[in-house]
């Protein structure tokens, strides 16, 4: 009798290559992701040892991290960012790599592009040289960043050298409250777990509320996934990723389409599966969340207060908490809702893509944005671009105050000029809180893209479900 297996087990089983006691498995890569900030010194290493790319035509490049997002005919104010994208575009032309560049209308952030285009697809093996490539486990595909000299083994052989990962379920159960979403849940879920509590595992997301996620809701769930520890996130595929992928520019068509869909319909966990590690939340009792530390785990529903460290239930986390207040310049007890704000960045492989913006002018619509807030809007892709162009969103935000930019990370990590200066505070749909991350010395508080619209009108922050 066969043993039941994971989703995990079977996608892993799949890829392996060659497996030997006691050594990493290595695994055949399906799709290798690649950008301007980790991959120089990988395409070094090739002209090093005169190799070339071993499969261009599973590998797709792109510039996100530090293009600018203001006028691109305007030369950019970034020397190092200037040179970062013309060494990508150089190593590109030389290993036969399609780049996706800055005036390309599909450029847009990595973890965005690919999926809009029907690159990311069920059981695929996915890597890039960046941490948050778990954002497209959403369409049950192993994904997870790599590092750059891991970079430079993919372009060579198109396998990896990986350590068998632990399994971890997280359900949650229920349905969610009026006015939360998405970015709520990933917040509850890793404020139950701390930062640490996925460490070695891939999670596997599942449950009711998960179900019932649009695949862009997903793709905001597992791009978090990092955040909790683990080495990656997925969910089990199902008829809305199929309609997602369905006529998609590289998705499968004619009898392929249907073979494909046959397969992809086996990607699910075996009814008695063991997972190494389980929890539960129930989606009922989820709020909209609000970040107050400098960990994503450190957040409380924005009805809450700011906790008081001496609360907490060990040393160590009373001394991070404790240091966490200072840097951002809190107090405890403080109510959340007291606590204004200099700037809102709405945007990032978090939160922007299209089904974000929507969501964030349904708030703004006919508003104002606050005398008191600079706020920008950052589609994540060309194509979200044109596409909030077309349906008048950006209108409804250039009208109520807020900056309409061109795509890219921008703010999400501080690595071009869209910074914070120390000690502004921002409301961010991006994913890490960080010190410094946005800016040295800026202090940032994560929400969802309806969060951060209401804090951009009031000032402060709002708790969302009192004003849709």
């Known amino acids: 009798m066969t043993q039941p297996q994971t989703i995990v087990d079977k996608i892993w089983e799949q890829h392996v290559v060659h497996s030997e006691q006691g050594k990493p498995d290595l695994l055949y890569i399906d799709l290798h992701l690649v950008h301007e900030v980790t991959s120089p010194q990988a395409f070094d290493g090739l002209r090093m040892t005169n190799r070339s790319v071993r499969r261009p035509d599973l590998t797709l490049a ?71 490539t778990s954002t497209h486990g959403a369409f049950g595909a ?27 379920s997280v359900e949650v159960t229920g349905e969610l409250g009026f006015g939360v979403t998405a970015k709520d849940v990933i917040l509850a879920i890793i ?53 997602y992928l369905r006529g998609k ?11 494909q869909v046959e397969n992809w319909k086996k990607l699910v966990s075996d009814d008695g599966a063991i997972f190494d590690k389980s929890i539960v939340l129930d989606g009922n009792n989820i709020a909209p969340h609000v970040t107050w530390g400098t960990t994503p ?12 460290p ?78 909030a162009e077309e349906e008048g969103l ?23 000029p869209d910074i914070l200066l120390p000690q502004e505070r921002c409301a961010s749909t991006s994913n890490r809180n960080f010190e410094g991350r946005q800016g040295a010395g800026g202090r940032t508080h994560l929400v969802s893209p309806e969060m951060a619209a209401a804090a951009a009108i009031s000032g402060n922050f709002v708790d969302v479900r009192e004003i849709i």
């Not at 750059?148 to 971890?168: C, N």
């Open 310 to 387: 001496d609360d907490a239930t060990t040393a160590s986390s009373r001394e991070t908490a404790q240091r966490a207040l200072k840097y951002m310049g809190l107090e405890a007890g403080t109510a959340i809702t007291d606590i204004g704000i200099d700037r809102v960045f709405i945007g990032s492989c978090t939160n922007g893509r299209i089904e974000d913006l929507r969501r964030a002018a349904t708030i703004i619509d006919g508003q104002k944005v606050s005398s008191s807030v600079n706020a920008m809007i950052v589609p994540g892709s060309g194509k979200v671009k044109q596409q």
């Open 394 to 416: 950006d209108v409804i935000f250039k009208d109520a105050g807020f900056e309409w930019r061109e795509p890219g990370c921008s703010m999400c990590l501080g690595m071009n």
């Open 62 to 132: 792109t510039v996100d991290h530090n293009v600018p997002t203001t006028d691109r005919t305007l030369p950019n104010p970034d020397p190092l960012s200037t040179q970062q994208i013309e060494v990508l575009r150089t190593n590109c032309n030389d290993f036969d790599i399609p780049l996706w560049d800055i005036f390309d209308l599909r450029q847009g952030i990595v973890h965005i592009i690919s999926p809009e285009h029907g690159l990311t697809q069920p059981g695929m093996t996915i890597v890039c040289g960046d941490s948050h």
């Open 191 to 243: 404020q139950r777990t701390g930062v640490d509590g996925g460490v070695g595992h891939v999670i596997e997301y599942r449950g009711d509320v998960i179900r019932n996620l649009s695949m862009e809701e997903r793709m905001t769930v597992c791009n978090m996934t990092i955040e909790g520890g683990a080495r990656a996130g997925l969910i089990a595929p199902d008829e809305k990723t199929f309609q």
């Open 142 to 168: 192993l994904a997870f960043g790599i590092g750059t000299s891991e970079v430079e083994h993919v372009l060579a052989t198109q396998t990896l050298p990986q350590s068998r990962p632990k399994t971890m």
């Open 249 to 259: 520019e590289f998705s499968p068509s004619g009898l392929d389409w249907d073979r």
């Open 297 to 308: 785990a450190q957040s409380v529903p924005v009805s809450d207060v700011v906790p008081n």
